[in-house]
């Protein structure tokens, strides 16, 4: 590779090097930084080129540069897309605000490296609006507490300075709400800023006019003084209190992504990279291609997906199964990115990296989750869509109710009314009900290894009475093992082990492994068989030494001509709880002899009938449909208090199950992890893919375990029941708030009270609701699964 470097140098100009990270020429000469590398200098042409180069001298030199330079322009040559979670259709590349509702557009990743402009941006604005506000309120409110600030200076320099004050505010901090409030008339698309634009705008529009143009009201509005009341703090204060909502909510949204970004930290920043020519050393992660060799030592985070080459370990993979037990990895071995190496050092080939590897698609599942909307939004939505020309309706009726009904000075009365509506009544806490109790559940999900791939699941979870289940894999371990081992007269169990061991060693049957696993644990020796058989659906036979040995069910055995009548009660007594039974015999001199029975069963998962308990108690019905055999079937669901068993159901028959049970009114949720479960998971109100299953299961399904069990299911359930109710609380505080604080806004109470609503107040109270519903489904963060 230094030859590689050495040729292009050679073809620039003399006196001119050719930087190795971004291909420009450098003069040499110049300044320009330079590194020596295995007796070689490369010059750069800026110094984050040399460092560049400095952390990972191979990546550049080999060619992977180029070569990863290709992968990323294959895959997208556009920026950071960004969408607004209540309105998913809008995508854009980089941030903005939306044109249906005027929120922030979030990174469709769920989060992003840039800063929060708006966030950032709105902040500062808010700063000027206080300033401003501080002396505004102190010139209004002065007199009410005994400092007449207004008796000091006039009341016609007070309203000046008011004026001088506000219009800043106005017309600079404010501008953000005005540009938004203008789209949503343009678009037909009313929402919260088009009740803002109408109320800051008219309380500052009117006292502008009152305060420079007192001429054109009749004297009799105007006070003591002989100047018109103006409402200049009511403007720049609403203007502040609505920007602390929306700092507020900013932040609050940024904790959201707290859980992806939790998840991202998994991945270390660098990998150990092994060179052809014997380097090892830290390169960014970054810069880690499929084929790369990676060496990954006791205590570190497995870089990215791969397959182990040299050395073993046990690895944590609680991130992929939700498992605390470490698994042991030999080479041939499986590992995920992100899962944690505990005790050995192992050599690793990088197979998927970057956006690849199943770090990366947890991540893009949980982003994806959060975008989505509930069908619950959808009332919340038909409410909006009617709410703000309401408003408006509510805010001009009461303007002129209080013209023709209300006291002197009735017009001034009924502008701060019409303000004062216009603002207590911005829909924000409406539209953040439903997205923001989505949002943090799907990241607590995320976090517990229950993946939400849409928010309409969640839903459907919740209200879901039966739950249509696999046997293998779901309630099983999926995973044959030897649990009886009955031996003939005069024959030693592990001889007999051995034997059958030596025939299965040609065959790639599960049950197969399952005693070659037994022989493993024990250690024994294994003798050398020839002349291999299979014989579908009754089992093998082979040559061990002189003699034919047979390993299979019962009919089989006696086509060999065996007696079984020695195992004969115990066999069926073994079958009866679900076992698979198979005969040893051994033919010497033509005569076949029975050596022993050896039964094989898929153990049913340690805490699968705890589950199944919470679930009936919950008011769920378990319905087991299993491509097994009747018997074995019932003996599972009879271990574990299933509800209806189904046996012998190919996959078509799985999907019809599901189709009876929603047409007889059920709300249907199906547990599956195999390709033969993908159709029913499609068909089913929702579906539960277990994660160690097949990826089209995980495609057809609507969440996906990590942890392929029924706590998995118990812990989708409780977050599912406690987002929902999460969502109604939301909806209750912002209908509540609404239906209470517009009639008082518009005066209803000043005829009893004689109390009207300040605009400030209301601005206040708009911004609280929106706090009061970020606060509560922020609670969900906490929730125990």
Request: charged share 20%.
């Amino acid at each position: 590779m230094q030859e590689q470097v050495a040729t292009l140098e050679k073809r620039t100009d003399p006196g001119q090097a050719v930087d190795p990270v971004c291909g420009m020429s450098v003069t040499l000469g110049k300044g320009k930084p330079s590194l020596k590398y295995k007796g070689e200098t490369y010059h750069f042409c800026n110094p984050k080129c040399h460092d560049k180069f400095d952390a990972d001298p191979y990546f550049y030199l080999s060619g992977n540069n180029e070569k990863k330079k290709k992968l990323d322009a294959e895959k997208s040559a556009s920026g950071a897309l960004f969408t607004c979670p209540m309105d998913p259709e809008i995508i854009q590349e980089g941030p903005g605000t939306c044109p249906i509702c005027g929120m922030a557009l979030e990174p469709m990743s769920g989060v992003s490296d840039e800063p929060n402009h708006e966030l950032i941006d709105f902040t500062r604005r808010l700063w000027v609006s206080v300033v401003a506000a501080i002396p505004l309120l102190v010139l209004t409110m002065g007199p009410m507490v005994g400092v007449p600030v207004r008796d000091w200076i006039g009341e016609g320099v007070a309203i000046y300075l008011e004026a001088i004050l506000a219009t800043p505010v106005v017309l600079w901090a404010a501008l953000p709400f005005f540009q938004r409030g203008w789209t949503s008339l343009v678009t037909r698309h009313f929402n919260m800023w088009t009740l803002i634009m109408i109320g800051v705008g008219t309380a500052y529009l009117y006292s502008m006019i009152a305060a420079f143009l007192p001429f054109l009201f009749p004297d009799a509005l105007k006070g003591a003084s002989g100047h018109m009341p103006v409402y200049f703090e009511a403007a720049v204060v609403i203007v502040a209190l609505v920007f602390v909502g929306q700092v507020l909510e900013l932040n609050a949204r940024e904790r959201t992504g707290d859980a992806i970004r939790a998840l991202l930290d998994l991945a270390p920043k660098t990998a150990r990279r092994l060179t052809a020519d014997g380097d090892e050393y830290d390169a960014p992660l970054d810069n880690i291609l499929a084929g790369d060799r990676l060496r990954v030592r006791p205590g570190e985070a497995v870089p990215v997906d791969g397959v182990v080459l040299e050395g073993g370990s046990s690895v944590d993979e609680s991130l992929v199964t939700g498992e605390p037990v470490p698994v042991q990895k030999q080479p041939g071995d499986k590992v995920t990115g992100g899962t944690l190496n505990k005790t050995g050092s192992m050599v690793m080939e990088a197979q998927l990296v970057g956006a690849d590897t199943m770090l990366s698609k947890i991540v893009d599942m949980v982003a994806a989750a959060q975008r989505s909307r509930a069908p619950i939004q959808g009332l919340a939505d038909r409410v909006a869509s009617y709410f703000v020309p309401t408003v408006v309706a509510v805010a001009v009726l009461a303007f002129f109710a209080w013209l023709v009904f209300g006291p002197s000075p009735a017009f001034v009365h009924g502008i701060i009314a019409a303000v004062s509506v216009l603002i207590i009544a911005c829909p924000c806490a409406l539209g953040l009900a439903t997205p923001m109790s989505i949002m943090t559940a799907t990241g607590r999900g995320a976090q517990a290894g229950v993946l939400v791939k849409t928010a309409e699941s969640l839903e459907h979870l919740a209200e879901v009475d039966v739950i249509v289940v696999d046997k293998t894999g779901t309630l099983t371990e999926g995973r044959p093992v030897v649990t009886d081992i009955l031996a003939g007269d005069g024959v030693a169990e592990n001889n007999m082990l051995a034997l059958a061991a030596a025939i299965e060693k040609g065959s790639e049957h599960p049950l197969a492994e399952a005693i070659l696993d037994v022989t493993r644990e024990r250690a024994l020796d294994i003798p050398e068989m020839s002349c291999f058989e299979a014989v579908t659906g009754k089992g093998v036979t082979a040559l061990v030494g002189d003699s034919r040995v047979f390993f299979g069910n019962a009919s089989f055995a006696t086509g060999a001509g065996a007696e079984l009548d020695q195992f004969q009660d115990r066999a069926e007594e073994l079958a009866g709880l679900g076992k698979t039974v198979m005969y040893l015999v051994r033919e010497d001199a033509g005569r076949a002899v029975v050596q022993g029975v050896i039964a094989v069963a898929d153990p049913v998962k340690h805490n699968a009938r705890a589950a199944i308990d919470a679930l009936h108690a919950d008011g769920v019905k378990i319905v087991m449909a299993t491509g097994d055999a009747p018997r074995t079937a019932e003996a599972v669901a009879a271990a574990l208090g299933i509800d209806d068993v189904r046996a012998g159901v190919l996959p078509e028959g799985k999907q019809k199950l599901v189709e009876e049970l929603k047409a007889a009114g059920h709300r249907v949720a199906m547990a599956g992890d195999g390709v033969n479960d993908a159709p029913a998971l499609a068909a089913a109100d929702v579906g539960l893919a277990m994660g160690t299953g097949a990826d089209v299961a995980v495609e057809s399904a609507g969440l996906t375990l990590l942890k392929g069990d029924l706590e998995g299911i118990l812990r989708a359930r409780t977050l599912a029941r406690a987002t929902v109710k999460n969502i109604r609380q939301n909806l209750f505080f912002a209908f509540a708030y609404n239906s209470v604080g517009v009639p008082i806004a518009a005066g209803v109470l000043y005829p009893l009270l004689g109390v009207l609503l300040s605009p400030m107040l209301a601005a206040a109270a708009m911004s609280l609701s929106s706090v009061s519903v970020i606060t509560n489904a922020l609670r969900l963060r906490t929730l125990k699964l």
